[in-house]
């Protein structure tokens, strides 16, 4: 039997339970003793179902515990790796190569110049008034 069939037997079981208890009372809001023992019975048979829910949940946990790998597996060819974690955006390698070439070429001029040419609507707007002071 799934967890999730025994959440719905519990919630079954307690629905029933409470309209029993709704239905059985006096006037005086008591239920005799004939019919608290059956309610006691519809409470601990729900009781029930929450441990075995419990006990089911621990269950799947400790599963999934015991079926994790225990090491990690060798993926790479040895000594092929780098200890650094690969970077992206402006912190790769690669940016950091074209920015110093770019720098040692001097096309740093050409790419302030293309910033100052055209129109708004070609591109224009897109660039901070200070690049089109310098």
Known sequence: MTIQELRE???????EARNFLDSKRNDSGLLSEED????DAMEAQIVAYGKEID???RQEKLN???NAPTSMPIVSAPGGHSTESE?????????????????RNRNWVDVRNDLQIGEDSEGGYLCPDEFVRL
């Open 64 to 66: 999934v515990e015991m």
């Open 36 to 39: 608290s023992k059956t309610y």
């Open 9 to 15: 037997k519990r919630a079954k079981a307690w629905d």
């Open 87 to 103: 970077k992206s955006g402006r912190a790769s390698a690669e940016y950091n190569k074209a920015f110093w070439n770019n720098v």
């Open 55 to 57: 006990r089911l949940e």
